[in-house]
């Protein structure tokens, strides 16, 4: 597992892209919003990403749904065995 400051910096990288992220991207982000929030104490997830990544909660939790559904299209088109 990544540490705290290299999910940040992967994090970084992905969000300064801006309006010209793709649907990948974000999903990504959103994935590595996920890894921040499980490596981060209980409740400290929220306000570090907006203190500190300066990523608005509202933005971060868009990326997390987008991770989540972007998951579940990849497992329903993985093939049954």
């Known amino acids: 597992m990544a540490t705290i ?5 992967r994090i970084h990288a992905r969000w300064t ?3 010209a992220r793709t649907r990948e991207e ?3 982000l959103g994935r590595l919003l996920t ?3 499980a490596e981060q104490p209980p409740g400290d997830c929220s ?3 907006l203190e500190v ?3 608005p909660a509202r933005d971060a939790q868009r990326f997390m749904q ?3 559904e ?3 299209a990849d497992c329903r088109s993985a093939p049954e065995g």
């Open 17 to 19: 892209t801006g309006e």
């Open 53 to 55: 990544l300066h990523i």
């Open 66 to 68: 987008q991770a989540r």
């Open 5 to 9: 400051p290299e999910i940040e910096a």
């Open 47 to 49: 306000t570090h990403v």
């Open 35 to 37: 890894a921040l929030e």
């Open 26 to 28: 974000a999903a990504e």
């Open 70 to 72: 972007a998951q579940g």
